[in-house]
């Protein structure tokens, strides 16, 4: 019998990798008639050392961030897939996206190879690696464009 998912989670932030993620999830999710759940973290450690500006930085971040999770709704619908909600989430990347399958019946998590954090990457690990090693269901980690060409040079290509 085929692995059929019904909850597929993907961690989105604005990269050109996610947005590939968000683009292979929608696919997936029409192929298994499953429900597609995006979730954005808005990284609350970046905003510690502006106290005073913390509640207006966090709400610009978090409006431009409802406008992208809009804009992959709309997309997704026009797709021809209904079953489609998000999530704005605050804290640690790695801890928050770990934590949302646990919750959510997530059976699937498709997420892209790398994000915008190049000095997050670099100081703490990728959230990427975290999440495959750390999560309780099947990962994806998404690699190449719909057409299967490796993702970097469909970028540079554009």
């Known amino acids: 019998m085929l692995q059929q998912y019904k909850h597929i989670l993907v961690p989105v932030d604005g990269s050109y990798e996610a947005e590939l993620a968000f683009k292979k999830a929608v696919a997936v999710a029409k192929r298994n008639d499953a429900d597609?759940?995006?979730?954005?973290?808005?990284?609350?450690?970046?905003?510690?050392?502006?106290?005073?500006l913390d509640t207006s930085m966090v709400e610009q971040v978090?409006?431009?961030?409802?406008?992208?999770l809009d804009k992959y709704v709309a997309d997704a619908k026009a797709d021809g897939l209904d079953k489609i909600d998000y999530a704005i989430e605050?804290?640690?990347?790695?801890?928050?996206i770990g934590d949302v399958p646990l919750g959510n019946d997530t059976d699937l998590i498709m997420i892209g190879a790398t994000g915008l954090n190049a000095v997050g990457r670099l100081f703490i690990g990728s959230v990427t690696e975290y999440v495959t090693r750390t999560?309780?269901?099947?990962?994806?980690?998404?690699?190449t464009d719909l057409d299967n060409q490796?993702?970097?040079a469909a970028h540079r290509a554009e």
């Not at 597609?36 to 005073?52: C, I, P």
């Not at 605050?90 to 928050?96: H, N």
């Open 62 to 68: 978090t409006e431009t961030a409802k406008k992208t």
């Open 36 to 52: 597609l759940h995006l979730v954005h973290v808005v990284d609350t450690r970046a905003f510690q050392n502006f106290s005073s």
């Open 90 to 96: 605050y804290g640690a990347p790695k801890t928050i």
């Open 135 to 143: 999560a309780v269901c099947d990962v994806i980690v998404v690699r």
């Open 150 to 152: 490796p993702a970097k």
